[in-house]
């Protein structure tokens, strides 16, 4: 009993010592970050505190939460705000999520902005408890909350666009979707993935995969499983690679430089926050500019005039998109900015489900 | 005793000697002094202190007091590597060989000869047979251990010893798993020893052996030496007189009670191992309401493998009947419930629950039995007031009922578990060495209560390796080798010496196969 | 355990104490090289660990860590490892909440129908393990862990659209259960207390009259202290095995309950995990005793809840996952110590009590006894 309890107790604390080792990173940043938040305030306009809530991974994440944090440093440099950031925890409940915001709108924060839709049900008991406060959510949508804000995008535009660059940049006619869990938003980058690529080519392949499943959406922080998944599509014929799974992107990089085949990155140019010898593989990214969404929400409260209801963040308003940092696009770019201004315009409707 | 006797010849000596553990004294004024070139033998009960001395001696353990010299230098032993580094080698009783290496591999283990980066086996090869000519140990360094047999296993021990260069040799209890050709053998290697000028320390409580080889003989009781003698003087009665510190008590029972009321019948019983060797093998026999039966043995010939099979722990074939009832495919706690009490052999493993306070002790084994338990619960007041019984009856020497069963020395915990299995008036006691590490006086108690119960019509299946008590208690003798029974003895003619040639299977005076 | 003692209780508490100190004293070390004053940190996390809409979440969340324990120490007490307790409760928490969901019963029974829905799929999951072991000879420790893996992909895959689920809010979830199968709960003055809490209390009260009062409880942990001599004193421990197993399994069923029947109605990818693993290291803190584990499980949920405030006040709040992996490794170390203290202790009092012939030739006096 005792010798096996101690050989328990090591594992248990090994996780834990993991997990902490996880957060750690990112956490030192938002510190750092937040501490220099109350001495800057430049510019004009009435001075307002915005509070920050990130999803699991918070700031560092080199994919969604840092998004929503270039927005947050964009608005402190541009409109002098001063901010507050707290981040989530491993297998947290509601309750957790709950008392974050609280705790937010408590100490005078307004407004306040969730990043992920998993807070939506907090944020929903915790918008009523204070009318006063702004709320605003990115990626859901909370009804009858008359002052919470829902920040949404049109991630299958995007997707569709990279879904055109893909299926012209194949020579195989066999592309990948690697998705980080099997949740709905993630199968609207799929299905419009899927229909970019099918409009270049009615019979391209399209090989699809998911790293994992709810509730425990690991998929997302799983480079090893990235690239374990990459290898096996690019063995399979594959020759570009849609990684829409957040950290693991990285691992789908490593696969592609290892193959010498070409990956699209996702939420943010990851040709900008890739390590040096795995920019050459990463040709584009699909832009979800979660910071666009931030930043906008932010100026519109400091102007008195806050943004309210659904936002919808589509190619129109440059929510989504591309990107062509590294010049691996440059060829075919009259063809992406055709799709693109069809899609604007109308005259393309991309399917939000596969 | 003479110490005069202890010249600069002394290969080792042990002076004041005292090792004290939390709340027992197992060594206290060990004097011991071993001449060069001798087969000195330590004898003593179980639980005298013998091994506690060995540890010392090989370095296993530091004394709280005084002084180890070996050939005239003193030392001080942090580790065995200590007592290698002056030529002390041991033998353990069980063996410590890795199966799947070669006798080679198992031999240079731990002392691999050549530089860094190489073995060199050619040479290790050939000390050890150079070694093992000088010796006539016999060993060829090219079989997997796990093919030898249980001698052949000793002597690779006793050559591994021999190749670290040791000089004084300390066997613990080396005859206790061997037959006796295997005796014989060993026996010779020693002397064989002994004219090189090796020096043997024999840790042994089988008293005729001792006579048979050794040179001089300490004997150790209650954790000191009380005397150095000389073998050709003594008689092994005396010496066993000299053990136990006292006249021995007498366990002889006086009228028998032996009824024709079968309360025992074992038929055809056979136990196989994994490999389906047979490690009882066909034994059938039956005891009597009142009888107790003697099982005389060399201990691993099968004696607790025969008390799993009747106590339905090991799996067995053959026929288990308790009176009348067949309970050969019953489960242990029916059997249990029907009136088999136990007192098993190792009572640290099969006997107690060492964390658990006495009280609970007491309902292990009988936790479906009054006072033990009512319907599904534990009945905690009567099992504790007949724990009080238990301890007042039996003399166990505890200062309350609520502590753990660790906290009691050997043979109090012995006692409670004696009190325990002769409640609720069992019909069959199977009894592995009843009365072992428990001092005199519980011994005489523990053979009171046997003896009573024995004459209300209790029968009793007695294992024993004190041949005395055997012949003593017990109605009627068998002996076991190998798992079968092979021989049986009247105990009111049979002599010690006679039941011990039985046991190693030279018995010519055995009375034909049973 | 019947009759107190003053000196086992003190000795009791010594062992978590020790580890409790330790792992402060560890993690002020680290803030101070992060560059924080500890004391402010503790202090702002003790108080805001106090404040009423805090301490009920600290309460609810210790709700289910009492339960993961308690299933925990039900597989501990008889050196069985369930550390399948996570998969369990997440796949009963699902098929409850799917159960649930479709059904319409009168209040009390709906409810009933959940848990004994829950702690049957628990019990069936373990008992697998269990199954294993027994008869196929598979480790529990490694076919728990894999019956995690098995227990997600399968809540997972009953939690599409296509079979079970609902789709809200990008959110996939299971469809809320009707009202008539909420727990009631115990409004405060900082919101309101899972009635469940009432349920882990009983089943705590449970697990120490079944362990401590009856004879499958001896039987238990009679084969966890020593399974030859449980052997030897008529146990099945096969059937102990199955038994156990499948006694943890269904409380391990319970533990997702208080959040599904108290606050989200429904199993969701939002639904919490890992509880089960919390479950070990309290169970280890608690040193399997059910007030232990109370203790444990509160502190565990303070320490959960109050972290929140370091992130506001610019503090790593990883700094408590460094403290509770201090604890379980600290109060392990501190209970085989206090252990061989008190055995040695409790050897010397037997023989000083006694005197004589156990320590005949003791030089001092054994003035030893009298320590603690």
């Known amino acids: 009993m005792r010798r096996v309890t101690s050989l328990f107790a090591v594992m248990a604390a090994a996780s834990m010592a993991l997990a902490a080792c996880g957060g750690g990173s990112s956490d030192s940043t938002s510190t750092a970050s937040s501490g220099g938040a109350s001495s800057a305030a430049a510019g004009g306009g009435e001075k307002i505190k915005v509070g920050l809530a990130y999803d699991i991974g918070g700031r560092g994440d080199k994919s969604f939460n840092d998004s929503a944090a270039a927005g947050l440093d964009k608005a402190k440099a541009d409109l002098g705000v001063e901010f507050k950031e707290l981040s989530a925890t491993q297998g947290e409940t509601d309750a957790d999520k709950e008392a974050r915001l609280k705790l937010l709108a408590q100490g005078g924060y307004n ?41 949404t995008f049109a991630e299958h535009e995007g997707s569709y666009l990279v879904g055109v660059a893909a299926a012209l940049k194949s020579k195989s006619g066999n592309v990948g979707y690697i998705g980080g869990c099997l949740i709905p938003l993630l199968q609207k980058f799929e299905a419009g993935f899927v229909a970019g690529a099918k409009s270049v080519k009615a019979d391209i392949k399209i090989q699809v995969k998911y790293l994992s499943n709810p509730p425990d959406c690991k998929g997302f922080n799983d480079p090893a499983s990235g690239t374990e998944t ?87 308003k440059d929510g989504v998109g591309y990107s062509a940092s590294g010049g691996q696009v440059d060829d075919i770019k009259a063809q992406l900015e055709d799709a693109k201004g069809k899609i604007v315009a109308g005259s393309v409707k991309v399917p939000d489900k596969p | ?109 731990g002392s691999e000869p050549g530089s860094a980066f190489g073995l060199d086996l050619d040479a290790a090869r050939r ?86 080889i050794a040179d001089a003989i300490t004997v150790i009781r209650r954790g000191t030496t009380v005397a150095t003698v000389d073998p050709r003087e003594v008689t092994t009665r005396q010496l066993a007189e000299l053990m136990v510190g006292s006249e021995l008590p007498s366990p002889q029972t006086t009228s028998s009670t032996v009824t024709d009321r079968p309360v025992l019948t074992v038929e055809n019983l056979t136990v196989t191992d994994a490999d389906g060797r047979a490690l009882i093998d066909d034994v059938s026999f039956t005891i009597h309401a009142g009888e107790v039966l003697g099982i005389a043995g060399v201990e691993g010939n099968g004696q607790a493998e025969l008390v799993d099979a009747i106590m339905g722990i090991r799996a067995s074939t053959g ?155 017990s109605d009627s003798l068998r002996v076991i080798l190998r798992g079968r029974l092979v021989a049986q003895a009247d105990p009111a003619t049979v002599t010690p010496e006679d039941l011990g040639s039985a046991m190693t299977g030279a018995g010519a005076r055995a009375e034909g196969a049973a | 355990m019947s009759r107190f003692d003053p000196r086992r209780a003190g000795m009791a508490l010594v062992a978590p104490a020790m580890a409790f100190v330790v792992a402060v004293a560890l993690s002020s070390v680290v803030l101070v090289v992060a560059g924080h004053a500890p004391m402010t940190a503790f202090r702002s996390m003790f108080d805001f660990g106090v404040q009423p809409d805090n301490v009920v979440n600290i309460v609810n969340k210790a709700s289910g860590y009492y339960l993961s324990a308690l299933a925990v120490a039900i597989g501990f007490r008889m050196n069985l490892f369930n550390i399948g307790v996570d998969g369990q409760y997440r796949l009963a928490a699902m098929c409850a909440a799917v159960i649930g969901a479709a059904v319409a019963l009168p209040g009390p029974l709906h409810i009933l129908l959940i848990v004994v829905v829950a702690v049957i799929v628990g019990a069936i999951w373990a008992g697998i393990a269990g199954y294993l072991k027994v008869y196929r000879g598979v480790s529990e420790v490694i076919s728990t862990i ?56 009983l089943v705590g009260v449970g697990y120490w009259f079944l362990l401590g009062r ?128 008190r055995v040695n202790s409790e050897q010397r009092r037997v023989a000083a009590q006694l005197g004589g012939p156990q320590a005949p030739a003791a030089p001092g006096p054994a003035t030893t006894a009298g320590v603690a």
């Open chain 2, 1 to 109: 005793m003479t110490e005069s006797e202890s010249t600069p010849h002394a290969a080792v000596r042990l002076q004041g000697i005292t090792k004290r553990f939390p709340g027992v004294v197992a060594n206290h004024d060990i004097d011991l002094t071993v001449v060069s070139g001798t087969v000195h033998a330590l004898c003593g009960e179980n639980g005298a202190g013998k091994s506690t001395l060995m540890k010392i001696l090989y370095g296993m353990q530091k004394p709280d007091e005084g002084t180890i010299e070996v050939e005239g230098r003193q030392v001080a032993f942090h580790s065995p590597s200590d007592a290698i580094a002056v030529g002390i080698g041991m033998v353990h009783q069980h063996f410590k060989l890795a199966d799947n290496f070669t006798v080679l591999e198992n031999v240079i283990l």
């Open chain 3, 146 to 201: 894999m019956l995690n893996y098995i227990g997600t992909a399968l809540a997972a895959w009953m939690l599409t659209p296509a079979v079970f689920a609902t789709l809200e809010n990008n959110i996939v979830k299971t469809p809320d259960l009707p009202e008539s199968g909420w727990f009631p709960g115990f409004a405060t003055s900082g919101g309101e207390v899972y009635g469940f809490v009432v349920v882990s209390a």
């Open chain 1, 111 to 151: 407004p306040v902005i969730a990043v992920g839709f998993l807070y939506g049900g907090s944020m929903k008991k915790v918008a009523a408890a204070f009318p006063n406060t702004q709320f605003a959510i990115v990626d859901s949508v909370v009804e009858g909350a008359p002052n919470v804000t829902g920040l």
């Open chain 2, 319 to 473: 026929r288990v009947l308790l009176e009348s009832d067949d309970i050969s495919n019953e489960s242990t706690r029916h059997r249990r419930e029907a009136g088999v009490a136990f007192i098993p052999e190792d009572r640290i493993r099969q006997g107690l629950l060492l964390e658990a306070p006495l009280w609970e002790n007491r309902v292990l084994g009988h936790q479906t039995t009054e006072p033990n338990s009512k319907g599904g619960l534990i009945d905690r007041r009567h099992a504790r007031a007949d724990t009080q019984r238990i301890v007042a009856d039996y003399d166990v020497r505890t200062p309350s009922i609520d502590v753990t069963a660790s906290a009691l020395s050997g043979g109090n915990q012995q006692k409670l578990i004696v009190g325990r299995e002769m409640s609720g008036q069992p019909r069959l006691l199977l009894a592995a060495h009843p009365t072992r590490g428990v001092d005199v006086g519980a011994q005489a108690a523990i053979w009171d209560h046997l003896r009573h119960a024995r004459a209300q019509g209790l029968a009793v299946l007695l294992i024993s390796a004190d041949l005395d008590e055997l012949i003593g208690l």
């Open chain 3, 214 to 341: 009856t004879r499958f409880g001896f039987d238990l942990r009679a084969t966890g202290m020593s399974e030859p001599a449980a052997v030897a004193s008529g146990v099945d421990v096969k059937k102990m095995v199955v038994a156990s197993m499948l006694l943890s399994g269904g409380v391990a069923g319970l533990v997702g309950l208080p959040i599904l029947l108290g606050a989200s109605h429904s199993y969701g990818q939002d639904f919490p995990a890992g509880i089960g693993f919390t479950g070990i290291a309290i169970a280890l803190l608690g040193r399997n005793h059910p007030i232990g584990i109370a203790f444990a499980s509160v502190l565990w949920g303070f320490l959960d809840v109050s972290n929140q405030i370091l992130d506001l006040e610019g503090i790593p709040k990883e700094i408590v996952t460094i403290m509770q992996g201090t604890i379980v490794l600290a109060v392990v170390v501190a209970y085989e110590v206090v252990r061989r203290w």
């Open chain 1, 230 to 316: 990459a290898n096996g599509m690019y063995d399979a014929g594959a020759d570009v690679i849609f990684a829409a799974a957040g950290g693991s992107g990285t691992g789908v990089f490593q696969s592609a430089k290892a193959k010498t085949k070409l990956a699209i990155g996702v939420d943010s140019d990851q040709y900008e926050s890739a390590a040096a010898d795995l920019k050459p593989v990463v040709m584009t990214s699909m832009l979800k500019r979660v910071d666009v969404a931030v930043f906008e929400y932010i100026k519109a409260a400091q102007a008195g005039s806050p943004l309210t209801g659904v936002q919808v963040f589509d190619l129109k």
């Open chain 2, 127 to 212: 000390r050890i047979l150079e070694i093992s000519d000088r010796y006539g140990l016999d060993v060829d360094p090219d079989p997997v251990v796990a093919e030898l047999g249980v001698g052949d296993r000793q002597r690779v021990e006793i050559l591994k010893a021999l190749y670290r260069g040791a000089r004084i040799l300390i066997l613990d209890e080396p005859t206790a798993v061997l037959v006796p050709q295997e005796v014989d053998e060993l026996f010779a290697a020693l002397n064989e020893l002994k004219a090189e000028g090796l020096t043997v320390v024999f840790i042994s409580h089988k008293l005729d052996e001792v006579r048979k």
